[in-house]
């Protein structure tokens, strides 16, 4: 059984880094463009126990990667939330959400073989301020849907 891929269309999307800049269904005003309908968070909860079985996982667009790295940021999300109140879970994906992480170009990013670093400093600093807030949102738009889908105590 092959792993799920995103069904969110990546033609005429802008890409950093080779992440997509897809639209959010958030509450956050930000630099994502807004969606109505089903986004990349809703694909990513909805693949993810099936999608974290797999070892390997070939990449067929640039939607892929942020499904990934939206998968991997649910997954350290979960990691998070047993034995913790509903308050205290919201307080703990809301820090895990803005603390530092690494970008694209540093030896620590988790995909690095999947995406490409900044080409110039200017580059990296367009990049940090763009992406690392479309990141953030896509964290933000994540978090509560974590905690609606969450198993553990209200």
Known sequence: MPAYHSNI???GVRLLCGFPI???RTTCKGNAPPCQGEDI???ALHYFKANMFFKNFEVKSASDKLLIYV???IQQCITKLPHKSKGEAEKLLYSLAIEN??????KTFALGGLV???????????FFFFSLSHLLFACDAT?????QNSSGPT
């Open 101 to 106: 992480f690494s970008l694209p170009g540093d």
């Open 71 to 73: 998968t991997l940021y």
């Open 116 to 126: 490409s670093a900044p080409p110039s400093r200017a580059d990296a600093g367009s």
């Open 143 to 147: 978090n509560p849907r974590v905690m």
């Open 41 to 43: 968070v809703d694909e």
């Open 9 to 11: 269309p990546d033609h």
């Open 22 to 24: 897809q639209p959010l």
